[in-house]
């Protein structure tokens, strides 16, 4: 009788050991909004790729704006909003405690928190509820501002994972101490746009159709949002170097941003306005980037700047500065061209040597798109993700 009445209590407590290893793991994204840009759209991507056989996502954000939304909101019907307009006034914090009940309630395994202020909502909101924190740093600073430097610090230490898309990121983050070696992985950004070689002229036509150019121009594309960081008025003095030499190289800007009118009224007095065209924000820029000549990025400083790995992809010869992530992608004379970052004389020499070598660049851009392929895929990025959601939990998927 007593080994019946033991039996009779073991069973119970095994079957649901069981089940609670099927359960599929909750996973909550929390991003900043649905905004175009490169952190964006990694993000949408792999919310449309992850296995939801093994994995119950759900979507959260500080705030619905931003196109990007639409392309999951038949995946992702439910989304949840946390409006911050500060990081320490009496909104953050109730947005926190609502976040936190809802954590619970929920029952959520993983809080995957994408971006600066997402990240800082999260990791405070999530504290002692037993959720694990996957906190992204895509950026070796998000400004000089004390204020950012510190809510850096706070996320990656109370992070149980921090993600980070580069290695010299990964390095930058061990060096200022802000997380342990044992927290950080890499995860590089996975490709999305892939050209087709097939469609490029007819990309190109059309664009020079809407420029009203003829079909002798070079087109020297930047895909960067209109902000200081990206560095647009090194790229504007290295132009007026080159279109000295080269009067039908055409500059195109997609972006938006603050900067506008400052860096119209800059092309202006270099003399150069009729050389540059600002074509605002575009969703379709990695397609457009198959029909540029060559690409540029002027950026101070970067994680892993998705439009050169786009151009790159694209069979385009790309010049960009020598920070962050994108030197895990350009070899200088091997796959790409590198000119010092805030220098505009190096940058127009680089653009320079591109332009005045058909053959030169020819090679460096099948060199660099092998690569890239080879490199950067979207299946790799998602596996690795799913790969740290089991590890984080302990959940033997993909254990070794």
């Not at 080994?3 to 996973?27: D, I």
Request: proline share 3%; net charge positive; charged share 20%.
């Amino acid at each position: 009788m007593e080994a019946l009445l033991n039996k009779t209590v073991v069973e119970p407590s095994l079957t649901q050991a069981a089940a609670s290893t099927r359960r599929r793991l909750r996973v909550l994204h929390l991003l900043n909004s649905f905004e175009l840009g490169g952190t964006e759209r990694q993000d949408i991507e792999l919310l449309k790729r992850l296995d939801q056989t093994r994995f119950d996502v759900r979507l959260a954000a500080l705030q619905r704006q931003g196109p990007l939304y639409d392309e999951v909101a038949t995946r992702y019907p439910r989304l949840l909003e946390f409006p911050l307009n500060s990081l320490y006034n009496a909104q953050a914090l109730r947005q926190m405690r609502r976040l936190r009940a809802w954590l619970l309630e929920e029952q959520i395994d993983i809080l995957h928190a994408h971006d600066f202020y997402a990240g800082w909502l999260g990791t405070l909101a999530a504290q002692f509820t037993g959720v694990k924190i996957i906190a992204c740093q895509r950026h070796l600073r998000l400004s000089d501002r004390w204020v950012h430097a510190a809510g850096r610090r706070v996320i990656n230490r109370l992070a149980h994972r921090v993600v980070v898309n580069a290695e010299l990121i990964r390095k930058h983050v061990l060096e200022t101490g802000t997380a342990r070696a044992d927290k950080l992985i890499v995860i590089r950004n996975g490709l999305i746009y892939q050209a087709e070689p097939a469609a490029r002229n007819a990309v190109r036509a059309a664009l020079l159709a809407e420029l009203q150019l003829p079909a002798d121009v070079l087109l020297i594309g930047n895909v960067a949002n209109l902000r200081p960081v990206k560095g647009h008025r090194y790229l504007l003095q290295a132009a007026a170097t080159v279109v000295r030499q080269f009067p039908h190289a055409h500059f195109l800007l997609i972006g938006k941003g603050e900067l506008q009118v400052a860096l119209q009224a800059q092309a202006a007095a270099l003399g150069i306005s009729a050389n540059v065209h600002f074509l605002g924000q575009r969703s379709n820029a990695a397609q457009l980037a198959q029909a540029f000549d060559l690409a540029v990025l002027a950026s101070l400083h970067e994680g892993l700047p998705n439009t050169v790995m786009e151009a790159m992809a694209a069979g385009v010869p790309v010049v960009a500065t020598a920070v962050g992530g994108v030197l895990e992608m350009i070899t200088d004379g091997e796959t790409g061209y590198l000119a010092p970052a805030a220098d505009a004389a190096h940058l127009a020499e680089k653009i320079l040597q591109a332009l005045a070598d058909e053959a030169g660049r020819a090679q460096r851009a099948a060199h660099g798109q092998a690569f890239v392929l080879d490199q950067f895929s979207m299946q790799r990025m998602v596996a690795a993700t799913e790969q740290l959601y089991d590890e984080v939990c302990g959940n033997p998927h993909t254990a070794n």
